[in-house]
């Protein structure tokens, strides 16, 4: 989104980016299932997670939690607008749109994976970690061109406190396709699959 950021400072900003998601996770796993993204909710309602009911409290705290942090943000910087995201110097809004769909499948993918999967077994446990590690690479991948988003909360609250919306539709559209597909594909082709047998232990010889 920024091509003057430097490597150092794209690294820091993807390593808050993922030690907060991890926090936050790990902090609502037991409350709300992690969900602090309204992609991630969106496809957990596709695969049939979650009742459409609960995903309306879930978009509607998420956003308004989005839009709280933004004015908080705004007042502890001396009435900053947030700059919104928007895509880089040179990336058309097709091809930041490609950005956003690629990267919320990985993250939901990783979503069912580690945390929904009635099969995942004790890697359960990983998943705050999986689910953070992923945004940051995602975000050392795809900040220079979209600001890679992969959640339309975290664009909504800076684009409405700011009133900044360039390309804003980007991030709303894209997650969701992202995220809706990997649900999809991750509940009716991958959990399905029954688990490769176990070999049995050879008999042992007789000597």
Known sequence: MDSSTSAGELFAVA????????????????????HVNPAVTFGALLGGRISVLRAIYYWIAQLLGAIVASILLRLVTAGMRPGGFHTGPGIGVTHGLIFEIVMTFG?????????????RGSIGILAP???????????????PFDGACMNP?????????????????????????GSGLAALIYEYIV???EPPHAHQPLAPEDY
């Open 15 to 34: 390593l808050a980016h993922a030690f907060s998601l991890i926090a936050a996770v790990a902090a609502s796993m037991h409350v709300s299932g992690g």
């Open 107 to 119: 993250l939901m993918y990783t979503v069912y994976g580690t945390a929904i999967d009635p099969k």
């Open 129 to 143: 970690l999986a689910i953070g590690l992923i945004v940051g690479a995602n975000i050392i991948v795809g900040w």
């Open 153 to 177: 909360a975290r664009a909504f609250g800076p684009a409405l406190v700011g009133w900044r919306w360039r390309h804003h539709w980007i991030y709303w559209v894209g997650p969701l396709i």
């Open 191 to 193: 959990i399905p699959i």
